[in-house]
């Protein structure tokens, strides 16, 4: 695997038909034992280049490796645990039943996969419900069990497509804290959803797709890193040298003046603290800001000249073909 990643693809391209483009020469790396996700306006691309990943879909072109073998290569896909956004399992099956199914398909023998399925159903919060009906079950419910059928092959790479879809907040939150300790615990995680905040707090590093291409891909503060500066915020006006400085603009309202500092390092403003404090100002608020992943966002989309339903969207991803 080239540079220890785990997924490193290039020119992944996919038409259906002439005139649905869904992926144009996409290329993509996920780093070994990170959080990575993947987000993009409907219709992006998102779901079908899981999909050829899973060989789901075949692509038209398509390089690169995954977990150091040719995409859909079986040896590597029997690595891999895998959460579709609209599965179906079948109703009459308990969620231990869907476990244990699923880990009778890797060939797992029956002691182990019970001791397996036992394990997860208590990881994913569903023990209590293990063996009712997946009919009874609530989209949370169902979501907890896909999560538990993805782990079941202890696998070294999991996809998650839209994994916190119809959970509530507090189920997130423990989704949450699961993806992360199965990080620390050396498993890579590949998330598709559209849930930003989401993305925001457990992801390493994130790629934008924007009509079928990945118009950004890197860390969070790699990608924010020119936006990042500080607010200053001082009890009442402003003094008059503030004007004086460059880099510094301020505003002012019934709470004091703010005052914006731009830059990336905190050396830069104590300068500035130090003059304040020698003239006894009242400094209510320090704190460093950067643009929120739904700004990046928002950036790409509006820079790759793309609106979520406006003309020459992308087809052939949610709500589209497969």
Known sequence: ????????????????????????????????????GLLGPNGAGKSTLVKILMTVVRPDRLGGTMLGRSPGDKRALAKVGYLPEHHNFPSYLTGRQVIEFVAAMTGMRRQPRRRSADRLLKRVG???????????????MLQRIGLAQALVNTPELVLLDEPTDGVDPVGRQEIRDLLLGLRDEGMTVFINSH?????????DRVAIMVKGRVAMQGTIDDLTADS?????????????????????SMQSDEH??????????????????????????????????????????????TEGGEGFAGPGAVVGDEGGRP
Not at 128 to 139: E, I, L, T
Not at 228 to 248: C, K
């Open 195 to 203: 849930l930003l905040s989401e993305l925001e707090m457990v992801c």
């Open 256 to 301: 004091g003046t703010l005052l914006r500092i731009n830059g990336r390092e905190p050396d830069g403003i104590q300068t500035l603290i130090d003059r304040l404090r020698a003239e006894d100002r009242t400094i209510l608020e320090i704190r460093p800001v950067r643009d929120s992943l739904e700004a990046l966002f928002m950036r790409a989309v």
């Open 228 to 248: 990042r500066h500080y607010e200053l915020r001082i009890h009442g006006s402003a003094p008059d040298w503030i004007d004086s400085l460059p880099d510094v």
């Open 126 to 140: 569903m023990w209590d419900w293990a063996d009712k009906r997946v009919k009874s079950y609530s989209k949370g």
């Open 1 to 36: 695997m080239a540079n220890g990643s785990i997924i490193d693809i290039t020119d992944a391209y996919k038409a259906f038909g002439r005139n649905i483009h869904a992926l144009r020469g996409v290329d993509l790396q996920v780093d070994a034992g990170e959080v990575f």
